[in-house]
């Protein structure tokens, strides 16, 4: 019998008691049914286990469950006051010039009146001009096209939010 320690970020959510991880999913996703079923995955024995109940969390979500999850993130260009989150998942707009974050403020608005919700993309690692590049090709696609855009997006945000909590030690 082969025995193996976890790695410690990942030691250290396990045994968190059921009210500290589910603080601490919520900070990684605002879904109550997304964070439920990672508190019911647990405890995970490798962080891809993790990662495979996220997206398998992400993918059983519901329109209502998308919608909630949407609700706790701030439009590109305008991170939330105070939040270091959405400051560095951003940081590609921060340089960016008056211009493009005009135009992004724009394409933020256009895509909310068309689907009712916010432009949701995982910015961790673009640029401003590569997220105004999407915001401006998804604001052609169809709602139900969008949906399913939404929802791989999230999957990457839930992913990279997830790894920074395993990062903790």
């Given at each position: 019998?082969?025995?193996?320690?976890?790695?410690?970020?990942?030691?250290?959510?396990?045994?968190?008691?059921?009210?500290?991880?589910?603080?601490?999913?919520?900070?990684?996703?605002?879904?109550?049914?997304?964070?439920?079923?990672?508190?019911?995955?647990?405890?995970?024995?490798?962080?891809?286990?993790?990662?495979?109940?996220?997206?398998?969390?992400?993918?059983?979500?519901?329109?209502?469950?998308?919608?909630?999850?949407?609700?706790?993130?701030?439009?590109?260009?305008?991170?939330?006051?105070?939040?270091?989150?959405?400051?560095?998942?951003?940081?590609?707009?921060?340089?960016?010039?008056?211009?493009?974050?005009?135009?992004?403020l724009e394409l933020n608005l256009a895509y909310q009146e068309k689907f009712g919700h916010v432009f949701l993309i995982c910015?961790?690692?673009?640029?401003?001009?590569?997220?105004?590049?999407?915001?401006?090709?998804?604001?052609?696609?169809?709602?139900?096209?969008?949906?399913?855009?939404?929802?791989?997006?999230?999957?990457?945000?839930?992913?990279?939010?997830?790894?920074?909590?395993?990062?903790?030690?």
């Open positions: 019998m082969t025995s193996f320690s976890l790695p410690p970020g990942l030691a250290r959510f396990n045994a968190l008691d059921e009210s500290a991880a589910q603080a601490e999913l919520r900070e990684a996703c605002a879904s109550t049914a997304w964070v439920r079923r990672l508190l019911d995955a647990r405890p995970c024995t490798t962080p891809e286990d993790l990662y495979t109940a996220s997206d398998a969390a992400t993918a059983g979500l519901t329109r209502d469950d998308l919608a909630e999850a949407m609700a706790a993130h701030p439009p590109i260009g305008r991170p939330a006051p105070g939040d270091p989150v959405s400051a560095r998942e951003q940081s590609g707009m921060t340089g960016a010039s008056a211009a493009l974050k005009a135009e992004m910015a961790t690692g673009r640029t401003g001009e590569q997220m105004r590049d999407a915001a401006r090709e998804r604001i052609g696609n169809t709602p139900d096209r969008e949906r399913d855009v939404v929802r791989a997006e999230l999957g990457r945000i839930n992913r990279v939010r997830l790894a920074r909590l395993l990062a903790t030690a």
